[in-house]
T-cell receptor
Framework: GENVEQHPSTLSVQEGDSAVIKCTYS??????FPWYKQELGKRPQLIIDIRSNVGEKKDQRIAVTLNKTAKHFSLHITETQPEDSAVYFC?????????FGKGTRLHILP | KAGVTQTPRYLIKTRGQQVTLSCSPISGHRSVSWYQQTPGQGLQFLFEYFSETQRNKGNFPGRFSGRQFSNSRSEMNVSTLELGDSALYLCASSPIQGARTEAFFGQGTRLTVV
């Protein structure tokens, strides 16, 4: 089927610690994996994306890894800050559609 | 460049009524996708339009329909509204068709069905 599973649904981390969000997808033909951040009351915005010909991509404190064999991909946020508090959505291209996971609410604790 | 614009921002409708939502994409973007966002269900894909043609469709009943005009503006229509249709409806535009690049989201239309 067309499915993207995302875990955990809620994550609380101490400010300065790292956060990891994991996703799995169902279609081995998927080749594009974006991550979106949605702050409270705002629109989702792309924070990083990765294509299937790359295993890892980094942008400052954010990194994404992709394991095509296992159909897993993960978002890593290091040195978390209060402004990282938001809902994060992973997504995968499945049959020309972007299918989203159900989201992870990330809380950064002071 | 102006972003994606959705109108109206808020709507309250009664069960059984119909509603039309509008989305104006970023200038030059020809793909418009629609999503339903509800707590706990995330963003669920409704459909994608490109060059005035529906290119992809999600698993929603036929009460949900859409169209795209020659200027790439898109409308979404929901007929015979049900309480469960209450949600935030988001549209997103992209320069190309298919799920291959960044999608730029609008602020959404919050629909409440009473």
């Amino acid at each position: 089927g067309e499915n993207v599973e995302q875990h955990p649904s809620t994550l609380s981390v101490q400010e300065g610690d790292s956060a990891v969000i994991k996703c799995t997808y169902s279609d081995s033909a998927s080749n594009y994996f974006p991550w979106y951040k949605q702050e409270l009351g705002k629109r989702p915005q792309l924070i990083i994306d990765i294509r299937s010909n790359v295993g890892e991509k980094k942008d400052q404190r954010i990194a994404v890894t992709l394991n095509k064999t296992a159909k897993h991909f993960s978002l890593h946020i290091t040195e978390t800050q209060p402004e990282d508090s938001a809902v994060y959505f992973c997504a995968a291209s499945i049959k020309d559609k972007i299918i989203f996971g159900k989201g992870t609410r990330l809380h950064i604790l002071p | 460049k102006a972003g994606v614009t959705q109108t109206p921002r808020y709507l309250i409708k009664t069960r059984g009524q119909q509603v039309t939502l509008s989305c104006s994409p970023i200038s030059g973007h020809r793909s418009v996708s629609w999503y339903q966002q509800t707590p706990g269900q995330g963003l669920q894909f409704l459909f994608e339009y490109f060059s005035e043609t529906q290119r992809n469709k999600g698993n929603f009943p036929g009460r949900f329909s859409g169209r795209q005009f020659s200027n790439s503006r898109s409308e979404m229509n929901v007929s015979t509204l049900e309480l469960g249709d209450s949600a935030l409806y988001l549209c997103a535009s992209s320069p190309i068709q298919g799920a291959r690049t960044e999608a730029f989201f609008g602020q959404g239309t919050r629909l409440t069905v009473v």
